[in-house]
């Protein structure tokens, strides 16, 4: 076999990494569950989760990965524990059923961006039914195979000259774009009150009915790509000598600050606009309705310079979901690559292909056919659907519910059972390059190592157990 492909440096590593981790689960997800969760003490207890499970696990994936330099199938069986590579189908799988969803909602950031770019050029009207929007299936099925096919050329062209290269345009500009944002919210009177809103210590509240702590553990395994691999694969091309470690770090912080200030820019549009407060304690802050609906509307109606920041929001939401459908599309073709032998390109559309066709059926149960969303995943059979799938209806939201409930979970707890007891401490120091002067682990290893053979498996086994008994996610 040829040469494995690497990153060309450290900053691309990151930045590709941290595409992965920076999506629709930045600028979608976590501003509503914050605002649900009403701010404040449910974002520092975001924060603790993402230090204490997300940090430590974000490590233990690239450490296995970069260990192994191969996929994390393979992976298991290059390291000697050849039994465990059931954990990395698990991920495979994951990968498929994300990937499938992630790019009907991810197609959604052209025709918003298409819709702003004519707002601006010949005035606002409203004139887009949202409903029908998702419910024309010719529409859907177009919007999301565009962007599978955007995003299966990039991954077609390889580690460093494909996945590489156009994350160091993307981030980039999405950290451009971030930033004239918050400056433009910054004008907006709802700036201050958006942050006290974040930052308030209303732990009294907070603790009195913490069912939020389950909805940001939850979310802090999503948003930063864990629990699939990868992360293992995006290791798995990392040159030995760089430090795990400060990567790891970077790539987390990245995250974090992005989410953040996500909330910072739509909560100075809301806390700016009293009735649209009223609209959303009313009846909680919609998922899809807020990014994709009342957000274009304050652009025009409500944002100084908002003919400037239409267009460029949905650019920015475009490149945040691109970097992530690459990692997730990259994951499924490095299996294909190392295990089967077969050219990347190959691979890749391969993938892509087999995708595509639940993506088309996810694209058509918004709405244009009745079967695929009113359907349930076992059927007749009551009982499962109650258990495994909540009784969610429809291909879009089934996937989305076992991925986020099931998959992710359970391939985040196996994984940290790996690296915490059957794979070799000795080796995991050496990797993570953690040691004292005379060889021995130091204290930030045995913190790290703590956490992913101790803290990790009892947490994300307390999530499972909540999902057994009915708690959800999606
Ligand atoms: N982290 C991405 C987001 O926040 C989604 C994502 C990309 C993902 N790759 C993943 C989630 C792998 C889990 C696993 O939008």
Redesign the pocket.
């Known amino acids: 076999m040829s040469q494995r492909d690497h990153w060309g440096s450290r900053l691309g590593f990151v930045l590709a990494a941290a595409g992965?981790?920076?999506?629709?689960?930045?600028l979608w997800k976590f501003p509503y569950i914050a605002w649900n969760n009403d701010g404040g003490a449910f974002v520092y207890v975001y924060l603790v989760c993402i230090a204490v499970i997300g940090l430590p696990l974000m490590m233990a994936e690239i450490m296995i990965g970069r260990r192994a330099q191969t996929s994390p199938v393979p992976a298991y069986g290059q390291l000697g524990f050849p039994k465990w590579a059931f954990v990395g189908w698990i991920g495979v799988a994951?990968?498929v059923i994300?990937l499938a969803f992630?790019v009907v909602i991810a197609g959604w950031s052209i025709s918003s961006f298409y819709n702003c770019l004519r707002w601006s050029f010949s005035g606002y009207h409203n004139d887009v039914d949202f409903g029908a929007f998702v419910g024309s299936g010719s529409t859907q099925i177009s919007l999301s195979l565009v962007f599978l096919f955007i995003t299966a050329i990039i991954v077609s062209r390889g580690v460093s000259k494909g996945i590489e290269k156009a994350t160091k345009i993307m981030m980039p500009v999405l950290f451009a774009i971030l930033l004239y944002l918050v400056i433009n919210s910054g004008f907006l009177d709802g700036f201050g009150k958006a942050f006290t809103f974040l930052l308030r210590p209303n732990f009294g509240e907070f603790f009195a009915h913490p069912h939020g702590i389950l909805e940001a553990l939850g979310h802090a395994f999503?948003?930063?790509?864990?629990?699939?691999g990868?992360m293992v694969t995006y290791g798995s091309y990392m040159s030995k000598g760089e430090s795990i470690t400060r990567s790891a770090i970077a790539i987390v912080v990245l995250d974090t600050v992005i989410a953040l200030t996500a909330c910072v820019i739509m909560y100075s549009i809301i806390f700016s606009v009293p009735e649209l407060q009223e609209r959303l304690r009313g009846g909680g802050m919609s998922t899809s309705s807020m990014l994709f609906v009342t957000l274009p509307e304050m652009f025009y109606t409500k944002v100084p310079g908002g003919v400037f920041v239409g267009p460029i929001f949905y650019i920015l939401v475009g490149f945040a979901a691109l970097t992530?459908t690459i990692?997730?599309l990259e994951v499924v073709t490095a299996l294909l690559v190392d295990k089967l032998n077969i050219p990347r390109t190959k691979a890749t559309f391969s993938a892509a292909g087999g995708i595509g066709v639940l993506t088309i059926g996810a694209a058509l149960s918004l709405g244009a056919s009745e079967f695929l969303t009113n359907m349930k995943l076992f059927g007749p059979l009551e009982w499962l659907n109650h258990k495994i799938t909540a009784d969610k209806a429809g291909v879009l939201a089934i996937l989305d519910h076992v991925s986020a409930n099931w998959f992710?979970p359970v391939g985040g707890f196996l994984f940290a059972i790996f690296v915490g007891w059957v794979f070799k401490k000795k080796d995991a120091v050496e990797e993570l390059e953690l040691q004292n002067a005379d060889g021995s682990p130091s204290f930030w290893f045995n913190a790290w190592y703590f956490a992913v053979k101790v803290i990790c498996p009892l947490v994300i086994g307390y999530i499972i157990f909540k999902v057994l008994k009915g708690a959800d996610f999606s």
Do not use: D, E, K, Q
């Open positions: 992965s981790a920076v999506g629709l689960g930045n994951a990968g994300i992630y999503f948003t930063l790509s864990l629990g699939m990868a992530s990692s997730l992710l």
